[in-house]
């Protein structure tokens, strides 16, 4: 056994089944040793880009909450996994990229492909390995794969130079146990901090639950729930929590922030406590800091001490597991009515539910309303960033958790498409849709050949308006229409496009046209459909809460502005 084969093995024993990449120079051995292992081995998918191959293991990851594993070669190969990983630690997406790098007795001499990927990635990964003996690969593995998964999960990179991947093994033995000294994640909250949270919570009128992407990370939705329903309070999520509770819950909010409901928004802003779950006080959900929810109260759920008294102070911070704190928190807080509470905030859901205006073309929530519909929810749904993220945060109705895959704190463009190529892989049984944008989804067309070539089929419903329409929209309300950098035009044909890959496109230009495409895309399972949707260019996402501002100023419609 060599390192590389030391490497494979060790993945297997971790219960990898399947390595999203692009081989190269240094990564070849690697690439032998998946060559030997044949049919029955760990399976290969060769992505078109390094970061394809990174977003995919952020999709296998969100859909299952296993970890991803992508891998590249030296220098450009390792360059491009970067965004990737940039994007998983903002996200908390438990991922392990291994990059091949050149032999350790070149390294430092700027040989050919060299970079320094540690270095590179230190600010963006939760640690970094580098491979300097065959014999210590299979601990490497087992505490990469314990770092990535535990705690606040993130992306953990594995640097294997050449000669460590062809050099023998002299005993190979995968550890049962790991230890890591001074990594103890806390799982159980402290539990006087329980007792201060629970009467917190007996002396709260307006309580709040604010839920972030942690709920759905710990598995947690179920004591989320319990929670709620003892305490009757209403539940909004973040964009990264989208799924923790179901949309159809008569305690559900939706989603606040910058273009989160009105109701939400309104909601916190007069609550007198809001029990945060998993989330991080991020400035696209609270906008102004002095203003937002001003007279609340604060408990903080949350995992990683970082995140505690980061933004906003907590009146008290439970620390630990999300799963298990709220079932602790459940069987401590009193039961309660709020019905006053509840009833005011039944009034704003009638006067202020999500609307969009028909005028006789393609409107992009009319598209997600559809697939929501015809679907019954029941689908992954991934998306790119942009103004069809928002859309398909508002608009589709979410029932499960990890049914949602977005870029939420990095915010990349290109994400969407090879999310879902990943999420399909890791769930090869469940129908999974991206809605994307022409200028997002230009970012890594590409792996329509990775789509086609190994058989995952997804359906793509892509928002063409010519232009980068979130930027458009901002030029337009702050910047006097002063458009820059941002007319896409009609370059490519989608569906052209797509028959060049093999692929079915189909083009849709009128409203009546939504359902039929839509319901033929549903029947067409043997390879990816992309569905070239030519939407309103003029429509912007509403609400809106302008940057840095607060619920005071959301605009609910382009000239209507109504605080709660």
Not at 137 to 150: C, G, M, Q
Not at 202 to 218: D, N
Not at 299 to 308: G, N, Q
Request: net charge negative; aromatic share 6%.
């Amino acid at each position: 056994m060599n390192g590389a084969e030391a490497l494979l093995e060790s993945l297997r024993r971790e219960g990898v089944d399947v390595i999203f990449g692009i081989s190269g120079g240094q990564a070849l051995p690697i690439y032998d040793a998946l060559a030997k292992e044949g049919a029955g081995g760990i399976r290969n998918i060769l992505t078109r880009h390094e970061q394809g191959a990174a977003h995919m293991a952020e999709g296998y990851a969100k859909s299952t909450g296993k970890v991803g594993v992508c891998l590249a070669t030296s220098g450009p190969g390792a360059t491009n996994l970067v965004t990737g990983i940039a994007d998983a630690i903002l996200d908390s997406v438990p991922m392990v990229a291994i990059t091949g790098q050149v032999p350790t007795t070149f390294i430092g001499t700027d040989a050919f492909q060299e970079a320094d990927i540690m270095g590179i990635t230190m600010p963006i990964v939760k640690h970094s390995f580098q491979v300097r003996s065959p014999d210590e690969v299979a601990d490497i593995v087992k505490k990469a794969f314990f770092l990535a998964r535990s705690g606040r999960p993130g992306p953990v990179l594995i640097d294997m130079p050449r000669d460590m991947s062809i050099a023998p093994v002299k005993s190979y033995r995968f550890p049962e146990e790991v230890s890591i000294r001074g990594y103890v994640p806390r799982v159980s909250p402290d539990p006087a901090g329980v007792e201060a949270a629970a009467a917190l919570i007996a002396a709260a009128e307006k309580p709040v639950i604010y839920a972030g992407g942690g709920v759905i990370i710990a598995g947690a939705q179920a004591e989320l729930l319990s929670l709620a329903e003892k305490i009757n309070a209403p539940v909004t999520t973040t964009l990264m929590g989208r799924g923790a509770i179901p949309d159809r819950h008569p305690l559900a909010l939706h989603m606040l922030g910058m273009h989160g409901t009105a109701y939400a928004n309104w909601a916190v802003g007069e609550s007198d406590l809001l029990i945060a779950v998993g989330a991080r006080f991020d400035d696209r959900v609270t906008g102004d800091l002095k203003k937002f929810a001003p007279h609340a109260k604060v408990i903080h759920l949350e995992v990683d001490p970082a995140e505690v008294n980061k933004n906003r102070a907590a009146q008290a911070a439970l620390m630990g597991d999300a799963k298990e704190t709220l079932a602790l928190l459940a069987q401590a807080a009193p039961k309660k009515d709020n019905s006053p509470w509840l009833e005011k905030i039944s009034r704003w859901k009638r006067d202020q539910p999500l609307r969009y205006h028909k005028n006789g073309q393609i409107k992009p929530q009319q598209v997600v309303e559809e697939i929501s519909r015809i679907t019954g929810g029941d689908i992954i749904l991934a998306s790119d960033v942009g103004q069809h993220q928002m859309w398909a945060a508002q608009f589709f109705q979410f029932n499960h958790p990890r049914q949602w895959l977005t870029s939420g704190g990095l915010g990349t463009m290109g994400f969407g498409f090879p999310a879902a190529i990943g999420a399909k892989v890791a769930n090869p049984d469940k129908e999974v849709w991206v809605i994307t944008g022409d200028g997002s989804f230009q970012m890594n067309l590409q792996e329509l050949a990775t789509s086609a070539v190994y058989g995952i089929p997804i359906k793509i419903a892509l928002f063409n308006n010519k232009s980068l329409g979130m930027v458009k929209q901002w030029q337009e309300l702050f910047y006097d229409k002063r458009y820059q950098g941002i007319h896409l035009e009609n370059v490519p044909d989608y569906v052209k496009l797509a028959e060049a890959y093999g692929l079915a496109g189909i083009k849709i230009t009128d409203p009546a046209q939504v359902v039929p495409a839509l319901e033929k895309a549903r029947q067409i399972n043997d390879r990816t459909v992309l569905l070239d949707f030519h939407v309103d260019p003029n429509e912007h996402v509403y609400p809106m809460i302008p940057g840095g501002q607060s619920v005071a100023e959301m605009r609910l419609q382009p000239d209507e502005r109504r605080d709660g």
